[in-house]
T-cell receptor, first 113, second 115 residues
Framework: SQQGEEDPQALSIQEGENATMNCSYK?????LQWYRQNSGRGLVHLIL?????REKHSGRLRVTLDTSKKSSSLLITASRAADTASYFC?????????????FGQGTRLTINP | DAGVIQSPRHEVTEMGQEVTLRCKPI?????LFWYRQTMMRGLELLIY????????DSGMPEDRFSAKMPNASFSTLKIQPSEPRDSAVYFC?????????????FGEGSRLTVL
């Protein structure tokens, strides 16, 4: 069953604006990851935030995690047309010493030039 | 590094036929995952292996689906018999516990169409 639920399902903004996507989940996690998927391609890892972290930055990406609310957000600043893609959060738990990643439904982001 | 390699990239088959999807993980990775992606259901985790051992196959839809990992460099996902509702993109991904990021590396997927 799906763990994370992304919000919104689709987002369309103008180039240069910031894009914010949210992810909610239901059970305890070891860490949470965000991935990007271009049309017709496999998913690519963007950033990981551990359960004891509250915020993390990587380039134009900023991720927050609130374990009390079981939610995370991904902010892309100064968006570019090349950021057009689907973005997924993945909740990670440890099962028998192995990481289990369960993905949400994703947010389809469109950046208009 | 070659990345995760999946084959075939596209497969069109008729209902009732057997389908075998193949995956070669990144060398040195010890965890392998199979996902299925559809518009309706999103990305579903079917099964994952750690050190070639299946850890959790609760996502496998039904007995028509089976997966094997005979060695660290090869895995198969088999559907027998196939049905139109199995049409989807099937992704294989690998990771290593020693990775500081714990990230998954995905293949480009196998697009299956069952007529």
């Amino acid at each position: 069953s799906q763990q994370g639920e992304e919000d919104p399902q689709a987002l369309s903004i103008q180039e240069g604006e910031n894009a914010t996507m949210n992810c909610s989940y239901k059970t305890s996690i070891n860490n949470l990851q965000w991935y990007r998927q271009n049309s017709g391609r496999g998913l690519v890892h963007l950033i990981l935030i551990r359960s004891n972290e509250r915020e993390k930055h990587s380039g134009r990406l900023r991720v927050t995690l609130d374990t009390s609310k079981k939610s995370s957000s991904l902010l892309i600043t100064a968006s570019r047309a090349a950021d057009t893609a689907s973005y997924f959060c993945a909740t990670v738990s440890l099962i028998q010493g192995a990481q289990k990643l369960v993905f949400g439904q994703g947010t389809r982001l469109t950046i208009n030039p | 590094d070659a990345g995760v390699i999946q084959s075939p990239r596209h497969e069109v088959t008729e209902m009732g036929q057997e389908v075998t999807l193949r995956c070669k993980p990144i060398s040195g990775h010890n965890s392998l995952f199979w996902y299925r992606q559809t518009m309706m259901r999103g990305l579903e985790l079917l099964i994952y292996f750690n050190n070639n051992v299946p850890i959790d196959d609760s996502g496998m839809p039904e007995d028509r689906f089976s997966a094997k990992m005979p060695n660290a460099s090869f895995s198969t996902l088999k559907i027998q018999p196939s049905e139109p509702r199995d049409s989807a993109v099937y992704f294989c991904a690998s990771s290593t516990r020693t990775s500081s990021t714990g990230e998954l590396f995905f293949g480009e997927g196998s697009r299956l169409t069952v007529l």
